[in-house]
């Protein structure tokens, strides 16, 4: 278990186990060489094993090593125990057991996920390990206590000899415990670390995929908008022309013109909104920092007449009304604006029925400017939302603003979006982009003038 700050470390990899097998036939054969050598030097005088017994040692040494990453515990244990027989019985091996089992503690503190075990494990060995120094220490001690040069002052030979002893003993364990320790933090932090970037990577592409999907969303928005209105006109039109071509050959051909003008006037739309998502900077582009329009072929406020009257020549007699002082509106929300009252009228031209009338009213007020809709269409019993009410309600929020739609009492569909205005700094020379200069009743047709009216416009697609 790791600590609940740092999260484990990887296990070893198949490249680092085969690395602990290199590293115990390199212990193996250093081992053999050192007892071979340490044999020849008598490093333990009469009292020195035989060097076949080395060479056993140096396989018990050397093999548990070979598996130290995989069970370090055990290893530990193992190679100490194989060290504490070597020196108790004098085998002519000294310095491969020590690095040995410096390696072997080293490894427990390094790769042993079970913390707990590990430390217990190590305190163990050291704890046995100066214990048994301890009692060497006390074993030499009575030996030489009748040599007159060990009690001739505090610091004799011999007792210089066992300070030494301890004090190489504690930076021995002193060291493999604190590397151990080191180890395991650092590649548990490099693991969290590692761990930290594939996340970053998979919200990075969760993010890219949610953005694809937005566009796509706000594509389909935008082509709604723009193809639903003018195939709409067009099919209303192209209707009428066929009932009045036989009677009323003029007539048709006016209306043919309608539909030939709708079609035209798509085509252009799309061309525009098509140039508009090739650019870099996104669909914003054609909006000024001050939030006027530069493009002139996008739509505004000021385009609320014309749509006015295209909803009339459609079969829909609609009237414009300004209320109010007109006052600089962003581009992006003159945008919005139009849309929605374009989705509107669509809608009122599918589903109002024969014999109905639509109003558009443009509202300024000292902070909102309001944007109503309504249709005098027959009853509806039940409003189905579809992608033009959600379109609506996105362009409403996307402004900043709110929109209620739904039924009215006196009969047909009202939708009505009040926007909070965002006041440019003035400029001169600069007009305002309002819907229409002045307030006044235009278009043709009548229509419905009751503002309190509870609900609003038609069956969305």
Request: no cysteine; proline share 6%.
């Given at each position: ?11 070893p ?40 017994l ?12 070979a ?20 020196v ?33 494990v ?57 590397f ?27 993010t ?31 209707g ?63 385009d ?8 009339t ?34 809608n ?9 009338t ?8 000292d902070?909102t ?50 926007v ?7 400029q001169?020379?600069t ?21 309190d ?9």
């Amino acid at each position: 278990m790791g600590t609940p700050d740092i999260p484990p470390r990887p296990r070893p990899t198949a490249r680092e186990l085969r690395g602990d097998i290199v590293l115990a036939v390199v212990i193996l054969v250093g081992a053999v060489f050192s007892a071979a050598l340490s044999s020849i030097a008598g490093v333990y005088g009469d009292e020195q094993a035989p060097l076949p017994l080395a060479v056993g040692y140096a396989f018990a040494l050397a093999a548990p090593l070979a598996v130290r990453r995989r069970w370090p515990s055990v290893v530990a244990v193992l190679v100490s125990l194989a060290y504490f027989v070597a020196v108790t019985l004098h085998i002519p091996e000294i310095y491969v057991g020590n690095i040995a089992m410096f390696i072997a503690l080293y490894t427990v503190g390094a790769w042993s996920t079970d913390r707990r075990r590990a430390a217990i494990v190590r305190i163990a060995i050291i704890i046995g390990m100066f214990a048994w120094l301890l009692v060497v220490m006390y074993r030499d001690a009575i030996e030489q206590a009748d040599d007159a040069e060990v009690m001739a002052g505090a610091f004799s030979p011999f007792l210089a000899y066992m300070l030494i002893t301890t004090m190489v003993n504690v930076l021995y364990f002193g060291g493999a415990y604190y590397f151990g320790e080191r180890a395991w933090a650092s590649a548990a932090q490099r693991a969290a670390l590692e761990q930290r970037t594939l996340d970053l990577e998979r919200e990075r592409e969760l993010t890219g995929a949610q953005a694809v999907a937005l566009d796509r969303v706000r594509i389909a928005r935008e082509l709604h908008d723009v193809v639903a209105h003018h195939v709409s006109v067009m099919g209303v039109q192209a209707g009428a022309a066929r009932a009045v071509i036989d009677r009323d050959p003029a007539a048709a051909k006016t209306l043919l013109a309608g539909v030939e003008e709708s079609a035209r006037e798509a085509i252009r739309d799309l061309r525009n909104l098509l140039e508009t998502l090739r650019a870099p900077e996104g669909p914003d582009a054609a909006t000024a920092p001050d939030g006027s329009i530069d493009d002139p072929s996008t739509v505004g406020l000021d385009d609320l007449d014309a749509l006015a009257t295209a909803s009339t020549s459609a079969g829909l007699p609609t009237t414009m009304t300004v209320v109010g002082d007109p006052v600089p509106i962003a581009g992006v929300v003159q945008v919005n604006l139009y849309r929605i009252a374009q989705e509107a009228l669509t809608n009122a031209r599918r589903h109002a029925g024969t014999g109905a009338t639509a109003e558009v009213r443009l509202r300024y007020a000292d902070d909102t400017v309001e944007l109503e809709i309504t249709n005098t269409g027959r009853a509806v019993g039940a409003v189905s939302p579809g992608l033009g009410h959600l379109g609506m309600r996105e362009r409403a929020a996307a402004s900043g603003g709110t929109i209620d739609t739904g039924p009215r009492e006196r009969g047909g569909f009202r939708v009505r979006v009040r926007v909070p205005i965002a006041r440019p700094a003035a400029q001169s020379g600069t007009p305002a982009a309002s819907g229409t200069k002045g307030s006044g009743t235009k278009g043709s047709g009548t229509g419905p003038s009751d503002a309190d009216a509870p609900a609003a416009g038609a069956i969305a697609l």
